[in-house]
């Protein structure tokens, strides 16, 4: 069955760049959830979408961005890159209403900011 | 590719009784399993953790078992309290590779 899939899998960037993290949720599901782990740490939640709209908003910087596309895809923009970003990002998704808590994470995207 | 599965979405327990829940996976090469909790729109909160040296690891109320064997590890809670309602994952890793099971919704009925 297919999964998640997020792009790239590893990530590095110089402080102050930009960088564009991609997640591909699962087919038919419509709600997308981003989550960033730093080392040692919990996830954290950042944000969600529902059919394009955002749905949640948690601890997301104001320097990072995110929507969701016609064909449900997300992609968080981060700009400004700062040291302590370096963390594995999660992408999840999910299919609103039954089992909406089911979450269906992807294999992460490790972004390290030199 | 789901290589974690936790393939009951939901579980309904009486106060008091024991919770269990499984989780079972396929990538023999994972070394480390852990479990969280999670509420709404807040991310997963690190409960506990089993290392594959070991068969059970326990803390409080939580213990997890893990049958290397059958690739499948389960937390059990006793007694369970209200409090635990909520969404729990597991998650297994080698490395830096995390992968994470769709969760299971737990909800203890007073």
């Known amino acids: 069955a297919a999964g998640v899939i997020q792009s790239p899998r590893h990530l590095i960037k110089e402080k102050r760049e930009t960088a564009t993290l991609k997640c591909y949720p699962i087919?038919?599901?419509?709600?997308v959830y981003w989550y960033q782990q730093g080392p040692g740490q919990d996830p954290q939640f950042l944000i969600s979408?529902?059919?394009?709209?955002?749905?949640d908003k948690g601890s997301i910087p104001d320097r990072f961005s995110a929507q969701q596309f016609s064909d449900y895809h997300s992609e968080l923009n981060m700009s400004s890159l700062e040291l302590g970003d370096s963390a594995l990002y999660f992408c999840?998704?999910?299919?609103?209403?039954?089992?909406?808590?089911?979450?269906?994470f992807g294999p992460g995207t490790r972004l390290l900011v030199l | 590719d789901q290589q974690v599965k936790q393939n009951s979405p939901s579980l309904s327990v009486q106060e008091g009784r024991i919770s269990i829940l499984n989780c079972d996976y396929t990538?023999?090469?994972?070394?480390?399993f852990l479990w969280y909790k999670k509420y709404p729109a807040e991310g997963p909160t690190f409960l506990i953790s089993?290392?594959?040296?070991?068969d059970k690891n326990e803390d409080g109320r939580f213990t997890v078992f893990l049958n290397k064997s059958a690739k499948h590890l389960s937390l059990h809670i006793v007694p369970s309290q209200p409090g635990d309602s909520a969404v729990y994952f597991c998650?297994?890793?080698?490395?830096?590779?995390?992968?994470f099971g769709a969760g299971t919704r737990l909800t203890v009925k007073p």
């Open positions: 998650a297994a890793s080698r490395l830096n590779d995390m992968r």
């Open positions: 087919p038919r599901h419509d709600t």
């Open positions: 089993i290392s594959s040296i070991k």
């Open positions: 979408f529902y059919e394009k709209m955002q749905s």
């Open positions: 999840a998704s999910s299919r609103w209403g039954s089992q909406r808590e089911t979450q269906y």
């Open positions: 990538n023999s090469m994972f070394d480390y």
